[in-house]
């Protein structure tokens, strides 16, 4: 399916997520590198930091969209990049679905009370972070009103998923890969005229094979 009205597609997401889901491979593929660095250092990794993500999607003028953010500048790993809202599990999450709604709310004020998990993702491991991450699939019934935590957005954009399902939003960005130690040509989007590379295009690019998979 490459278009398709929001609720088409929502309950096509629906029935997909029941069933295998398409991982990661093809999007590793595109790299040259593959999935044996990222294998080596999970299974090397005895303790991963456990963490989620939110993949908000919600219906806006009949078109599916989803939420991204832009961190802001500082001194980390993960500085100035477009990613969803996430982080790590507290002591006090009763599981990672609970982390992904907390911190959503926490970083752009969504209440996780009005948001319907409908699935996960394949779990993505981030080696500079030595984070485990889930991402959790939610919808909203509408466009949410936003209030961004300063701190930890420094932008929110809701890019299309027709933008993400057209090929032209698919290309490469040089990078430099900590996990290879080199700089790179690495596959991305262009969505919102942002750049979105590493673990969140991976994301991104599960959601769209299981978009594209829809009869």
Not at 89 to 101: I, M, N, P, S, Y
Not at 125 to 143: A, F, M, Q
Not at 156 to 183: C, H, K, W
Request: proline share 8%; net charge negative.
């Amino acid at each position: 399916m490459t278009s398709g009205t929001a609720s088409d597609l929502l309950a096509g997401l629906r029935k997909a997520l029941k069933g295998p889901l398409p991982g990661h491979e093809g999007f590793l593929q595109l790299s040259g590198w593959r999935t044996a660095a990222i294998d080596e250092a999970r299974q090397q990794d005895k303790s991963p930091r456990e963490s989620a993500v939110l993949v908000l999607l919600h219906p806006a003028a009949d078109m599916l969209r989803t939420t991204l953010i832009l961190r802001p500048e500082y001194d980390g790993v993960h500085s100035g990049q477009v990613a969803f809202p996430g982080g790590r599990r507290e002591k006090d999450d009763a599981d990672l679905q609970t982390t992904a709604l907390r911190e959503a709310e926490e970083e752009i004020g969504v209440l996780g009370a009005s948001v319907d998990v409908i699935g996960v993702l394949s779990n993505v491991y981030i080696p500079p972070s030595r984070s485990l991450v889930t991402p959790y699939i939610g919808i909203v019934p509408s466009s949410p009103v936003y209030r961004p935590d300063p701190r930890e957005v420094a932008e929110v954009f809701e890019p299309s998923i027709n933008a993400l399902m057209d090929p032209a939003s698919l290309g490469r960005t040089e990078r430099y890969v900590q996990i290879v130690g080199v700089d790179a040509s690495v596959p991305c989007f262009t969505l919102h005229g942002r750049v979105v590379w590493g673990a969140t295009a991976m994301m991104l690019w599960e959601l769209r094979e299981l978009l594209l998979r829809l009869p």
